[in-house]
RNA sequence: ACAGCAGGUCGCCUUAUCGCUUCAAAUUUAGUUUGAAGAGGAAAGUCCGGGCACCAUAGGGAAGUAUAGCGGCUAACGGCCGUCAUUCUUAAUAGCUUUUGCUAGAGGGAAGAGGACUAGUGCAACAGAAAGUAUGUACAGGUUAUGCUGUAGUGAAACCAGGUAAACUCUAUACGGUGAAAUGCCACGUAUACCAGCAAUUAAGGGUUCCCGCCCAUGCUGGAGGGUGGGCAGAUGGAGUGUAUCUGUAAAGAUGUACCUAGAUAAAUGAUGAGGAAUUUUUGGCUCAAGCCAAAUUGAACAGAACCCGGCUUAUAGACCUGCUUUUUUU
RNA sequence: GGCCUAGUAGUUCAACUGGAUAGAAUAUCAGAUUUCGGCUCUGACGGUUGGAGGUUCGAAUCCUCUCUAGGUCA
């Protein structure tokens, strides 16, 4: 089948994101932060930051994320047809060096196959 | 050929698979398929100037800010072009000198925020008699004598209507304010409620420094709290880009012709694999050396549009082109 | 996308509106004191005033550009 990201999956509404650093639970796997929640009644969304802080070009920022983006659309079809229950992520890079997508991939992996375990 | 200086151009390429955004078409209903397009020379810093929008179709004065030789370009500019004073550097040559050297200096190169101290106020450490109400001392000249003239030392400045305005200031010119989070429309939703202060139609307040004037206006400001935080337009065809001719020293302008070239919004242009390449390192061979050949290895700087333009400044691996200069070799 | 502020010894601050070796405390080092250490006393070290350029006789101070850090506006 099709791994897709579209538009609309994407963690876009300032309210979310609130809730989401309010109410969320985490779980770490260097280099990157999972945040997660469950919600009702809609599809999952995510979205993916990298501190301005940390990275001061825009340039890598926009590289960090979009890695982080092509390893969850890689790996989304086995994380989410698993439980039909919907979450909304936000997937935070907490690393100072940029990493290989190697290494992003594999923390992405190891973060979502816990979050189900936990979630189930 | 090598090196240096100045100016300019480009700034990874091809391909397979999977994906992202916009537009068009088809099918169907919001998904799918097909096709096309998809970051820069600085998109950056926000240092200037404009377009555009709103606020009195924006008006007078004060204050403030900026600029400053002359001429031009431009929508405009603090930008650009030309040119002059001035400064620095190099230097043909000339003068003096036994020489070292000193003085002047055509020409070349570079810099060039440069109005006014004959309006007023201020400032000038140390040194120096004296730093502004200027003009003391010594010597020489001159004079009947004084006034006067020249030299001397200190200092950045004392040969004078002194120096200093990137000191206050004056003169001239320009500038109203805000800034796409402007502004207009649609949709959703709530609280025309509560507390405090000011004001009561000759008033408070607002129109982003102050005064006047004008306009708005029945309330205004602050606090705590409730709701929303979506969409469309603005917003991508423009002082547009390429090219040819003409005008002009040039910046630039005129005319013709061809082309359409991002439009995201927690923010699109990416990931993986293969090949090619500038380049990096190592080994071996040839060679006096520079270098050349072969094999392996590495695999591209600075950097991401956010309403749009014109500049400036800063960052930038490497490649190429043009001009000038020096050195060497050959003819 | 706008706007504003600050950079001075290792650290915390000075330096009046340009004027001379940029000062003080603390930290560090050395010496004295003490059986030893602390306290105390004396002395030394430590700065190209974030960087570059300019104005000026002279710049931490004035001007321009730039870098870094921080703040602020729905």
Redesign the pocket.
Known sequence: M???????E??????A??QLFEEGKTITKYPVKLLWLPIEGQKTQA???VAK?NF?????R??I???M??AY??QKPETTNKNSRAFILLFLYIGKDVA???AIESSVVSALKKLAASSS
């Open positions: 099709r791994v897709t990201f579209p538009k609309h994407k963690l876009k509404s300032r309210k994101i609130k979205g993916f930051a802080r001061k070009s825009a340039v890598t926009n590289k994320k979009r890695l983006r092509e659309r890689l290989a997508f190697q």
